[in-house]
């Protein structure tokens, strides 16, 4: 059902950046707000961006993210060990009657 | 603050029924969507639906049409995911979540899970 496209994985050292991406589509990124949310090892994923760009309370500003045209990107900047996880982008798709899409999903290893 | 309870592990035979419940708190039930999403085991998250509780309105993701039915009390501030027939490949966590911002908006707040085991 993931109609958005991620590379399943990613790494780097404690306080490298790394920098995520994300492939859509006219009809879920180029028209829709996109988010992006962690899933921690054995946890519930939790919301880490939403509207492009914005972070809920309570989330570093080390993590930012962007969009453009189709695409869109989420940076992990002054990597931690404790950024080890999953981390899905998603959106709103309007092809069909609607619905939500998330990605296919990133690893990201802290090596 | 949000918070989501949602019901414990099932473990049930294809073919039977289930139902599980999300306690929703914090916020006014009625008056955003809630919906579920699906994680089988060691895949990614799948949207399967929301509803609105103020008026029943619900959305189902195409593949999940016909599959499942999602429901809400207000009376208790309660939604629900229920099968009639299981089969295995029901088998996986399945995520509360609330769409505060809109339903074509983002997940902003998630439940801990409840685990499905459906195995003959």
């Known amino acids: 059902q993931s109609v958005l496209t991620q590379p399943p994985s990613a790494s780097g050292t404690p306080g490298q950046r790394v920098t995520l991406s994300c492939s859509g589509t006219?009809?879920?990124?180029?028209?829709?707000?996109v988010s992006w949310y962690q899933q921690l090892p054995g946890t519930a994923p939790r919301l880490i961006i939403y509207?492009?760009?914005q972070r809920p309370s309570g989330v570093p500003d080390r993590f930012s993210a962007s969009t453009s045209g189709t695409s869109a990107s989420l940076a992990i900047s002054g990597l931690r060990s404790e950024d080890e996880a999953d981390y899905y982008c998603?959106?709103?798709?309007?092809?069909?009657?609607?619905?939500?899409?998330f990605g296919t999903g990133t690893k990201v290893t802290v090596l | 603050e949000v918070r989501l309870v949602q019901s414990g592990a099932e473990v049930k035979k294809p073919g039977e029924s289930l139902r599980i419940s999300c306690k929703a708190s914090?916020?006014?039930?009625?008056?955003?969507?809630i919906g579920w999403v699906r994680q089988m085991p060691g895949r990614g998250l799948e949207w399967m639906g929301v509803i609105y509780p103020g008026d029943s309105d619900v959305r189902y993701s195409p593949s999940f049409q016909g599959q499942v039915t999602i429901a809400a009390a207000t009376s208790i501030n309660t939604a629900y995911l229920q099968w009639n027939r299981l089969k295995a490949s029901d088998s996986a966590i399945y995520y509360c979540?609330?769409?505060?911002?809109?339903?074509?908006?983002?997940?902003?707040?998630w439940g801990r899970g409840t685990l499905v085991t459906v195995s003959s």
């Open positions: 509207r492009n760009i």
């Open positions: 914090g916020y006014e039930f009625a008056s955003h969507w």
């Open positions: 979540v609330t769409h505060m911002r809109g339903r074509r908006e983002d997940l902003d707040s």
């Open positions: 006219n009809s879920n990124i180029g028209s829709n707000y």
């Open positions: 998603a959106a709103w798709d309007d092809s069909l009657s609607g619905l939500y899409v």
